[in-house]
């Protein structure tokens, strides 16, 4: 539990919480009593001075029955629990206890100690040093006395009685006792009702604090949570939902479009990966058909040759000629299906290219009510690309869409616009050298179709080739020379043996020799000698940033790709169009795309319609 | 050196070869046969065959290590280069170094034969070129090679840069010599792309033989040449010059020029 960050969120907010209060009400209920026993005080000590003051007049006179008597009325209010006046040898002359009279008071007892705690006696005291505090027993109420000093004056000595020679200072004190029962019971009450008020406010802000952390924090970040789970079992079309627009919010919304992002990377990587192999078992089978094809194409058309004056045996043998001729020509868009050839380029404006592209169609989607928008970015460059295999590319997809329209109409738009994305997984190394000039390029051996680097290993007696991947990022090396490359192991340029690993330095991750190759006018490409290591540098590419893309959306109001369909749109034979396609239009585009070095991607929902997505880089790789 | 047959066939396919013998047999000549590469260099460096016929990819290496053997020995063989596996660099390439001609699988026997009579034809013109070469006789010409700026595709084809930046392309008179004359002529239309290494038109000869023409060069047709389509035999008295067939926009000559032989170097 304690685990939860929601917790301890509302733990330190409710312990700083107690801490704050608990010290505020400390000192609250101090000042409070302190400013109340001080009233009390101040009040004793009034009573003391009225006391006094009231004998004054019956002292003088000696009247001491009427002194007795002011003393037990003053005595008689219900706070007042003792008015004694004591004389200077201790004994107690009056009081409103009547049975304490005469008694002899212990200077050492808590009543006199403020005057008597040293042996002479004190003269001049302050008021506090006169009050005290004190119980009479433990557990009785507390009581505050307060002594007020009854000095000599001249009035004094002089009266008829002579009861007090005239070299004496202070002739007695008037001790008052009041009960502090009620004051206490103030304090007490107000102890409790700040404790109380304490406790709501520390729990009313933990609840508070808890309400707000649930819905601000817990809550997202337990669904951020349960979407990294669901990443990370593998499910990339899962969405966080909506989250507000503050950083946890934005968090979810990035989080969103990274996983999206690797939906489409993923995508075009399997798809990368399948059409490769599918391109190599294209041509593999398309080269095992042709043989075979050959034998019945060159016997057949040999015996309508030799057949020239039997007309019975020429009709079928026409048939038969014009039907090998026909599964020819599939064997042939097989091949050039397959065929990772490369690309025609030239400058070309795509706005043009796209405006030949509807050109050609155009009447024919007009026939359907198809209507074609294009909304084109003012001023995008020129690109390098095959013109004429984009256009086919934008007709096709024209097609697609007008065929996913169907009869009753729609609009299809075509976006253009130039984006920036990084170039990791992107780039591709096409010229590299050793110190002395030779290519280490190797176009007989292809890493997913692209020429390889190749670097000489030589380990012990033994030497072989290995190849790395040409694709920065994408880390599909082959360092399989056929025996172990050991530690000590050479990489040397296959035509100078000149050793291409880079001095006085070692790839960062597991410590291996690191390989340098030369790309002319890119800097240099760095590259750890061992297959553990996807470690790599290409910092002319890596200083680049981002790079330019002309983005084009085709966008159609048809009915759209089921979610079990969209996976295996680009691959060849797939079609949903029955018998009128072939099922090799998009897997041409994509061919077609990736020979450009740039990306297609697909969006779609049943009953609203398709967007394709195709991105071309804007600089081409030299 | 033995003449041991008219033409060697080397292909690993026994059913092509036996098809190859049997329409060599339609128009009597004589066939060897070699079933992997080392057969066949082992063949060419013993006899002399006029006509080698050779697939691309073979078990044991490829039908280019073929094309370097024959062009060492300086034989005056001709080799036709034949694959299943036909991409357009094929094509190009077999041409580019040396082949004399390329034929993609699956073929009919009209097509073989089309081009064993080129070829044949050619062996002869080269033949009478290294007599009169022996006899000194200057004077005489066999075939009118094509100027020095133009740039040919084997022997068949020729481009010619334009300063416009647009690219003429016409045949070869060697190749019209090893044809008969054209009784017919199909040709592309005006706005069609051409691609390097891929049929661009067709000829009908007089003696009914077809032959296909490779395009030297990728790109869009802007113009047709009329003329010859009123008149082929223009194409045939004034290959060079008057008897051009397309004028082209070339979609990426910086790279496929590589592959065309420039017509230069046939001066020296």
Known sequence: MFKKIGFRLIFVVAFTSLVIIGVFAYFNVKSQSSSLISEVERHANQLGETVVSSTRFDMMLNQRDRIQQIIN??????????VRIINKIGEIIYSSDSTNINKMVDKQAESCYACHAEDRPLEQISITERTRIFRLHPDSNRVIGIITPIYNEKSCWQAECHAHPKDQKVLGVLDVSISLAEVDNAILSSEWKIVGFSIIAIISVGLLIAFFIRRWVSRPVNDLLNGTLQVSQGNLNYAIKEMGDDEIGKLGTSFNNMTKKLAEARMQLFQSDKMASLGRLAAGVAHEINNPLTGVLTYSSFLLKRTKDNPEFQEDLKVIVRETIRSREIVKSLLDFSRQSIPKKSLAD?????????????????????????????????????????????????????????????????????????????????????????????????????????????????????????????????????FKIEKDAKFVCPECNNSIVQQDKVCPLCGSPVLAFEISGQGIYEVCSSENSNWEKWEAVDSVGLREYIEIKVTDTGSGISNEDLPKIFDPFFSTKGQKGNGLGLAVIWGIIDNHNGTINVESELGKGTTFIIRLPLLQQR | MNRAADILVIDDEQVIVDAIVKIC????????????????????????????????????????????????????????????????????????????????????????????????????????????????????????????????????????????????????????????????????????????????????????????????????????????????????????????????????????????????????
């Not at chain 2, 004077?139 to 416009?164: H, M, N």
Request: hydrophobic share 35%.
């Open chain 1, 73 to 82: 009325s003053i005595g008689k209010q219900p706070q007042i629990r003792d």
């Open chain 1, 350 to 482: 795509i706005s043009e290219i796209i405006d030949k592209a509807i050109s050609v169609i155009e009447n024919q989607l007009s026939l359907n009510k198809v209507k074609i928008e294009k909304r084109t970015e003012a001023n995008l460059p020129n690109l390098t690309v095959d013109a004429n295999q984009i256009q086919q590319v934008i007709i096709n997809l024209l097609v697609n869409a007008s065929d996913a329209i169907g009869k009753d109409g729609g609009v299809i738009t075509l976006f253009t616009k130039q984006i920036s994305l990084a170039p990791v997984g992107i780039a591709q190394i096409k010229k590299a050298t050793c110190p002395k000039r030779h290519s280490l390029i190797d176009n007989d051996f292809k890493i997913d179709g692209l020429p390889s680097l190749k670097v000489k290993v030589i380990s012990g007696d033994k030497e072989g080739i290995a190849h790395l991947d040409p694709v920065y990022g994408k880390h599909r090396n082959n360092f399989n020379v056929g």
């Open chain 2, 25 to 268: 047999a339609l128009d009597n000549y004589s066939v060897d046969v070699a079933l992997n590469t080392k057969t066949g260099l082992e063949k060419i460096s013993k006899n002399y065959y006029p006509v080698i016929i050779s697939d691309i990819m073979l078990p044991d290496g490829d039908g280019f290590e073929i094309l370097e053997a024959v062009k060492k020995q300086k034989r005056n063989s001709v080799v036709i280069m034949t694959t299943g596996y036909s991409t357009v660099e094929n094509a190009v390439n077999s041409l580019y170094k040396g082949a004399v001609s390329f034929i993609p699988k699956p073929f009919t026997v009209d097509e073989l034969l089309s081009a064993l009579y080129r070829v044949n034809n050619f062996q002869k013109i080269k033949e009478k070129q290294k007599l009169l070469i022996q006899q000194q006789r200057n004077d005489e010409i066999l075939y009118v090679t094509c100027p020095a700026k133009y740039f040919r595709l084997g022997y068949s084809t020729w481009i010619f840069q334009e300063r416009e930046g647009t690219v003429l392309v016409g045949m070869c008179d060697l190749y019209m010599k090893t044809i008969d004359s054209i009784q017919q002529i199909e040709l592309l239309n005006r706005d069609d792309e051409i691609e390097q290494g891929i049929g661009c038109a067709s000829f009908t000869c007089s003696n009914d033989r077809n032959h296909k023409i490779l395009s030297p060069v990728s790109g869009r047709i802007v113009e047709v040449n009329d003329n010859i389509k009123s008149n082929p035999n223009l194409i045939e008295k004034d290959p060079y010059f008057e008897g051009w067939i397309y004028r082209v926009i070339p979609a990426n000559i910086e790279y496929e020029i590589k592959y065309l032989i420039p017509c230069s170097s046939d001066r020296i």
